[in-house]
């Protein structure tokens, strides 16, 4: 069954920690993202990666870091800097075919307290 | 700056009747459009999409409309059923595509009403 796995799915840290959420895809896909959902606000662009190895900044990239090591794997690391971490964070892929649907996973919701 | 705008936060309907998700833009450059559903504690799953060339698509009981002069999307369910519930996004793709990048309005939460 291929899909976008994100773990765990509710996550508890307290402020001044950093914490690693995992995002796993067996679909193939190029192309890997990440975004943050907050109450009442559309999908804000944290991260992307086109390629392993390479990775650029979206809209809302302080405070996080990203790495691709692998095409399968694209772990967002919120560190300490990140001023409002408490959010559901989503994690989604896609092809490079140019039809442009993102498959999303199910989410973290990250608690900061 | 919101490029991709849903001005109604919520709509309720009735179960059978026809439900209107609207969306508007603020940027020619965009490409394509996309409209996602959303339930709650999940990911979004695709719907349904529309090139700027054209101005329907048809799926099912869903349909999006393009209007560009306007600068306005609408997705039409018809007839909505209970499990039409959740909230809908809609989407755009720029002309300039960084890396397939989409940009979310803020999303409309849609309840049907048996």
């Known amino acids: 069954d291929g899909g976008i796995t994100q773990s765990p799915k509710y996550l508890f840290r307290k402020e001044g920690q950093n914490v690693t959420l995992s995002c796993e895809q067996n679909?193939?896909?190029?192309?890997m993202y990440w975004y943050r959902q907050d109450p009442g606000q559309g999908l804000r662009l944290i991260y992307y990666?086109?390629?392993?190895?390479?990775?650029q900044k979206g809209d809302i990239a302080e405070g996080y870091s990203v790495s691709r090591e692998k095409k399968e794997s694209f772990p967002l690391t919120v560190t300490s800097a990140q001023k409002n971490p408490t959010a559901f964070y989503l994690c989604?892929?896609?092809?490079?075919?140019?039809?442009?649907?993102?498959?999303f996973g199910p989410g973290t919701r990250l608690t900061v307290t | 700056d919101q490029q991709v705008k849903q001005n109604s936060p919520s709509l309720s309907v009735q179960e059978g009747r026809i439900s209107i998700l609207n969306c508007d833009y603020t940027?020619?450059?965009?490409?394509?459009f996309l409209w996602y559903k959303k339930y709650p504690a999940e990911g979004p799953t695709f719907l349904i999409s529309?090139?700027?060339?054209?101005d329907k698509n048809e799926d099912g009981r869903f349909t999006v409309f393009l209007n560009k002069s306007a600068k306005h999307l609408s997705l039409h369910i018809v007839p909505s059923q209970p499990g039409d519930s959740a909230v809908y996004f809609c989407?755009?793709?720029?002309?300039?595509?960084?890396?397939?990048?989409?940009?979310f309005g803020q999303g409309t939460e849609l309840s049907v009403k048996p």
């Open positions: 989604a892929s896609s092809t490079d075919r140019g039809d442009y649907e993102q498959y």
């Open positions: 679909l193939n896909h190029d192309a």
């Open positions: 990666s086109q390629i392993v190895n390479d990775f």
């Open positions: 940027n020619s450059m965009f490409d394509y």
């Open positions: 529309i090139s700027s060339i054209k």
């Open positions: 989407a755009a793709v720029p002309f300039y595509n960084q890396g397939g990048k989409l940009i």
